[in-house]
């Protein structure tokens, strides 16, 4: 849970119209002294640990470069499930619509499907505010322990198409309970949704080393995967600087392993970019590393941060579990709201903690979750204490229901 000091809206509220020209003005012109509303769901296992602990760095980073961060919090997730059997409220996407960004920490619980679970939030979320790309760095820390690695230098993104693809509703079982039962599910591409997130990685790669790697297989899929490699190669020849490569996801996934300097941006659909990334998170040591960004690039709608961990329930109560990818996810989501030198401190000060042996036992450390934030927060702060507001303060000063100050402009 997050510290009770901080007031929250209620689970279920009647809200007013949003006046989203507004809305849609505040995403992008944010200022140094701006207030930012945060939905905060915690959710589940260890995300209910490692979420305060991104909240009291991004308190204090806040609080250094002069704006604020007001947290909304909200109790979805498996133990919402369990007493109402759903796993957040009939109105909770028009509640998230009223913030600027979610924060997000794990969901999945062992008495629930899968299927419950990702179905029932984390994908009416995306869907529901066009959060089409899915951006996972992946990047080597210095003192991180990774068995694949050596001490090399990883530095690489995965752009992943996160709203159509092969996670789709359309399919079915027939034919149930006999010996011909049949289930199918049928991808769903489309040449506006592989362009938009090809556009995205591109422009990304070109503010980073200029190299595209799309992932495929289209010698086995012939109809969606040679779709997919068509646009890509129309919208890579837009970029003339940039270099592409196509690679066979299973060749890919070796070669992330065995050879991961090679890469910058890899640009893939939403299955085989979910699986890449996770392999990718093992290979710079831990998936309790790695944040990931559910984005609205035009930022018409709130973005979604995350760490890429699920809900460990194994970790649940240990004081043990990492809070980096959370950590990190926070700091995505302030460079996303405008705040770049703030997001950069975040990531230098992690990189700092981590070098200097202070490490959680995933990494072969033996520091706990308040440990190493603690460590992180002593590193931003550089002896600056007197600059931190304390969140009672600053929830008191930002109001009770910030999203009112929308609705009503």
């Known amino acids: 849970m997050l510290?009770?000091?901080?007031?929250?809206?209620?689970?279920?509220?009647?809200?007013?119209?949003?006046?989203?020209?507004?809305?849609q003005m505040a995403r992008k012109t944010p200022q140094a002294d701006v207030t930012h509303c945060i939905t905060v769901i915690p959710g589940d296992g260890i995300g209910r640990e490692v979420v305060p602990a991104a909240i009291t760095v991004l308190d204090a980073v806040s609080a250094q470069y002069g704006f604020g961060l007001f947290w909304d919090e909200k109790n979805w997730g498996s133990g919402f499930y369990k007493r109402y059997r759903r796993m957040m409220p009939i109105d909770a996407l028009d509640q998230i619509a009223r913030t600027d960004a979610v924060l997000l920490g794990a969901v999945g619980d062992p008495d629930i499907s899968d299927s419950e679970t990702l179905w029932g939030m984390l994908i009416p979320i995306r869907r529901q505010f066009d959060q089409y790309v899915n951006l996972r760095p992946i990047r080597s820390l210095p003192g991180a322990r990774s068995p694949w690695s050596s001490g090399a230098d990883i530095d690489f993104v995965v752009v992943r198409e996160n709203v159509e693809g092969e996670y789709s509703e359309v399919g079915g079982r027939s034919y149930r309970g006999t010996d011909?039962?049949?289930?199918?599910?049928?991808?769903?591409?489309?040449?506006?949704?592989?362009?938009?997130?090809?556009?995205?990685?591109?422009?990304?790669?070109?503010?980073?080393?200029?190299?595209?790697?799309?992932?495929?297989?289209?010698?086995?899929?012939?109809h969606t995967m040679t779709f997919w490699d068509e646009i890509v190669q129309e919208v890579a020849a837009q970029h003339p600087e940039l270099q592409l490569n196509s690679a066979h996801i299973d060749a890919l996934a070796a070669s992330i392993l065995t050879d991961p300097e090679q890469f910058d941006v890899i640009v893939a659909s939403n299955l085989f970019g979910d699986i890449l990334s996770g392999i990718a998170a093992a290979v710079v040591g831990s998936v309790g590393v790695s944040p990931s960004a559910n984005l609205n690039p035009e930022r018409r709608y709130p973005s979604m941060f995350e760490p890429v961990h699920g809900s460990a329930p194994d970790l649940v109560g240990r004081g043990i579990a990492n809070p980096t990818g959370a950590i990190w996810a926070g700091s995505m989501m302030l460079e996303h709201l405008g705040h770049r030198q703030a997001a950069e401190a975040v990531v230098d000060a992690l990189t700092a903690v981590i070098a200097a042996g202070t490490c959680t036992p995933d990494l072969g450390?033996?520091?706990?979750?308040?440990?190493f934030t603690a460590a992180v927060v002593a590193e931003l702060q550089d002896g600056r204490q007197s600059l931190i507001i304390a969140p009672s303060k600053r929830a008191a000063e930002f109001g009770r229901v910030c999203p009112r100050r929308f609705a009503d402009t």
């Open 365 to 371: 450390g033996t520091a706990t979750t308040s440990d």
């Open 3 to 23: 510290p009770r000091n901080r007031e929250f809206a209620t689970e279920t509220t009647t809200l007013p119209i949003v006046n989203w020209s507004v809305h």
């Open 180 to 222: 011909h039962e049949s289930a199918y599910q049928q991808a769903i591409f489309t040449r506006h949704g592989i362009g938009r997130l090809t556009h995205y990685a591109c422009r990304l790669a070109s503010q980073r080393r200029g190299r595209v790697t799309s992932a495929t297989k289209s010698d086995g899929l012939i």
